[in-house]
């Protein structure tokens, strides 16, 4: 089993930053952020391999960092200029498989989310 905890989310005004935080009790081969907005699909936003490889959704690239703090077990989303688009529910998610995956039903542990509101 993998516990998986966010923190950090908030209201921005849109062109601020914010950073999320995720606590994990054990680290896996892929850890990710995902997020959902009212009435849309979720979405990955970031994607981190143990092996350090990132993958980030075009929406985001450039904007936002995905990182892991190894000694703390906490997993980061860096957020910066961010958009009204940007609101939505985050979520820290864990993956046991080898490959870092971009299906959601792919990842076996989710967080509880962490709600990011941006105003224009």
């Known amino acids: 089993q993998v516990q998986l905890v966010e923190s950090g989310g908030g209201s921005v005004q849109a062109g601020g930053s914010l950073r999320l935080s995720c606590g994990y009790s054990r680290s896996t081969r892929c850890m990710a952020w995902f997020r959902q907005a009212p009435g849309k699909e979720r979405e990955v936003v970031a994607r981190l391999s143990d092996g350090g490889t990132t993958g980030y959704d075009d929406s985001v690239k450039g904007r936002f960092t995905i990182s892991k703090d190894f000694v703390k077990r906490t997993l980061y989303l860096q957020m910066t200029s961010v958009k009204p688009e940007d609101t939505a529910m985050y979520y820290c998610?864990?993956?046991?498989?080898?490959?870092?995956?971009?299906?959601?039903?792919?990842?076996?542990?989710w967080g509880q989310g962490t709600q990011v509101t941006v105003s224009s």
């Open positions: 998610a864990a993956a046991v498989t080898l490959a870092c995956p971009v299906g959601d039903n792919e990842y076996t542990y």
